[in-house]
């Protein structure tokens, strides 16, 4: 899995599975933003992954809920 940790000018630092790594920021399509589950295109682009990451941000929230006691 590849997510967007941040943006540092014009490359995108993504956590990876074995650590981070950067990418340039040019080789992601659309408007992602930090936090955001990517995957590769056959061109060597990415993009964003949209279903993996609404279920990431849902699971994230849904444990932040369950620790505030809410």
């Known amino acids: ?3 967007i940790d941040r943006f540092e000018e014009t490359i995108a630092v993504i956590e990876t599975d074995d650590g981070m790594t950067e990418i340039p920021r040019s080789q992601i399509l659309g408007d ?7 995957r590769q295109n056959p061109d060597g682009s990415y ?3 949209a279903a993996a990451t609404q279920a990431r941000r849902e699971k994230l929230a849904a444990r ?3 620790l505030m006691g809410k």
């Not at 992602?32 to 990517?38: P, Q, S």
């Open 1 to 3: 899995m590849w997510i």
């Open 32 to 38: 992602a933003r930090e936090g955001d589950i990517l």
């Open 47 to 49: 993009q964003t992954d």
């Open 64 to 66: 932040t809920r369950r």
